[in-house]
């Protein structure tokens, strides 16, 4: 409902009233997220300005500061916004798979069979977490930033979309999306379902980044950088082969964007990549 509906429907009934949006917002605020928190003070703020309106000449006074409080909770909703988008994206090493758990009933499994972390959310576990965390770690050999997400509600309507910045930001740079929602638009990424239990996520999701991988021959010299280039390969790649003499040789399925940095940090001519694939 428009918050003039709102206002009209509750000075009617004469008693509060509040639609799907209001009780999402609210659930999600309860759980910490602060850009729903002040949607939906804004949203209460907007309804009261309009009863105000719809009063006499003397409540001037009242929607004025009414729109002073609206327009700064306005600025401070998309700072809020920008921070959640950042900390998404930030929150992960260059050259990770980008895993994205999108489930609005706040099951546990695939958070735990990514990560092995406990995800106990009690009896009130949907659209838990209420804003999205992030862990790496790694998933048979692949180094991956997974980040567990409130879910979505039938894809992303437009009134919860707009309390959820962080997850719209992870679900767009995602390489795999782990969700039972067919209305959820996944781009490019890679689509996994929840599946029954928390090894059968976790092995769908390698299968996944596995279509992902591309095949390389690194080889290094065997230097104090060469040896720091080949950890930072074990920790984000999966190593097929390995190989110990005058070089350090190595045959690795890294992500695209690992690939990219791996070029560019051999860039100065401290080592040889090659792409299996020509």
Request: aromatic share 4%.
């Amino acid at each position: 409902l428009h918050e003039g509906q709102l206002a009209d429907l509750a000075a009617a009934l004469s008693v509060p009233v509040r639609d799907r949006r209001s009780v999402v917002w609210e659930w999600l605020a309860e759980g910490g997220n602060r850009v729903a928190e002040n949607r939906h003070t804004a949203l209460e703020l907007r309804v009261r300005r309009r009863r105000l309106l719809a009063g006499d000449e003397s409540a001037d006074r009242g929607v004025a500061d009414l729109e002073d409080r609206l327009d700064r909770l306005d600025a401070e909703i998309d700072r809020l916004c920008a921070r959640a988008r950042d900390r998404v994206l930030d929150r992960r090493s260059t050259g990770e798979y980008r895993v994205v758990i999108a489930d609005a009933t706040g099951e546990s499994r695939a958070w735990a069979g990514l990560t092995g972390a406990d995800a106990d959310r009690g009896e009130s576990a949907i659209l838990r977490p209420a804003r999205p965390q992030t862990e790496t770690t790694t998933v048979e050999g692949y180094g991956i930033a997974a980040t567990d997400t409130p879910g979505t509600l039938g894809g992303l309507p437009e009134y919860y979309e707009r309390v959820v910045p962080g997850t719209v930001a992870a679900v767009e740079a995602a390489d795999v999306v782990v969700t039972d929602d067919p209305a959820l638009e996944t781009g490019t990424a890679a689509r996994v379902t929840l599946g029954s239990d928390s090894e059968t996520v976790r092995s769908q999701v390698a299968a996944a980044i596995e279509t992902l991988s591309v095949d390389v021959d690194v080889e290094l010299p065997y230097t104090e950088d060469g040896r720091a280039t080949s950890s930072w390969l074990h920790d984000i790649g999966a190593v097929r082969e390995r190989a110990y003499g005058d070089t350090i040789e190595l045959r690795v399925a890294l992500s695209a964007a690992a690939l990219e940095r791996l070029q560019t940090r051999l860039a100065g001519g401290d080592g040889i990549v090659r792409r299996q694939d020509g």
